[in-house]
């Protein structure tokens, strides 16, 4: 039996954890979720990154954007724009039910862990997936026209300002979420998925405690590079990368997480890094693909993840 916890942003992170569910049982599975990027719009509690992973997981995600659900429509969205919006947040009609439901509970006094519990159960998924806090934690993004909120820098200002550093609105005194602390220490594998370093890991670990855990915890942990040959493989990663300072290729990844994780992994195209990484971050380097292509694809990229943290690789 091997019990795996996953730091998961959005995307990226589902994609793994979709194959992950199929390497071991579900239930030995906890996804810790980002919450920087949640917002409140129109009155509604939107939590994207919760949402991805657990539409992933259900076989209910729009294929080709990799958020949202499949089939959608947006008879809404047109309708409020006919109203003068707000509009400039897309949200597809059937999407709108699950912030709805989640507005309701939360209105009711409930936490977000408990929300999102019941609409994991709803979804019939066994995995646990949680957000990383039930506390107001948000990611603000510093960029040459001024300081906003993630969702207004990436989606209504479309990501085009220079971003010169973030920061997590409510860090300071956001508490874990039930069973984090213990996902984390129980577990025989962390992993770090293949998010964005700055937008989805950063924010989690800026909960206090949890980068000092995950750090004890390095020999169990895992990070997968979300950079393949330089690029992101969807999303702002390499920019907001480039425009911080840091190196846009695996290894500035890898220096970012050094006194996080044991083991990195490396996507096979980027294999000639593979020694620089190591000697400069003594981090164990596991060299194979990474592209999570198809369901093949992330189910031997999640084995092999496992196996190497476990040693036995
Ligand atoms: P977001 O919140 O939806 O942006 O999700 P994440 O932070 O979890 O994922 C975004 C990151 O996932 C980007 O940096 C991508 O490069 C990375 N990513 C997406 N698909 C893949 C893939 O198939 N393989 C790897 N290695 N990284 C991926
Ligand atoms: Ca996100």
Known sequence: MTRVAVLAGGVGAARFLDGLVRVVPPADVTAIV?????????????????????????????????????????RTLDRLSELGGPDWFMI??????THLFRTHWLGQGNPLSTVTRDLV?????ELFITPVTDDRLRTMVDTDA?????????????????VHSLR?????????????????????????????????????????????????????VAAVSPIIGGEAVKGPAADILQSMGHDVSALGVARLYEDLAEVFVLDETDAALAS?????????????????????????LAAGTLKAALHDG
């Open 34 to 74: 980002n919450v920087g990027d949640d917002i409140e719009w129109a009155g509604l509690h939107i939590s994207p990154d919760l949402d991805t992973v657990m539409y992933t997981l259900a076989d209910m995600v729009n294929p080709e954007t990799g958020w949202g659900l499949r089939g959608e429509s947006r």
């Open 168 to 220: 997590f609105d409510g860090a300071e005194t956001a508490r874990p979420a039930p069973y984090v602390v213990e996902a984390l220490n129980e577990s025989d594998v962390i992993v770090i998925a293949p998010s964005n370093p700055f937008l989805s890991i950063d924010p989690l670990l800026s909960v206090p405690g949890l980068r000092e855990l995950v750090a004890s915890n390095r020999s169990k």
């Open 121 to 125: 159960k709803r979804a019939g998924l």
């Open 146 to 162: 001024g300081e906003f909120s993630f969702q207004d820098y990436f989606v209504r200002r479309r990501a085009v300002d220079r």
């Open 276 to 300: 620089t990484i190591e000697s400069e971050t003594g981090m164990r380097v596991h060299i194979m693909p990474t592209l999570m292509t198809d369901v093949e694809a992330k189910m031997a």
């Open 92 to 97: 597809g009609d059937l999407d709108l039910a």
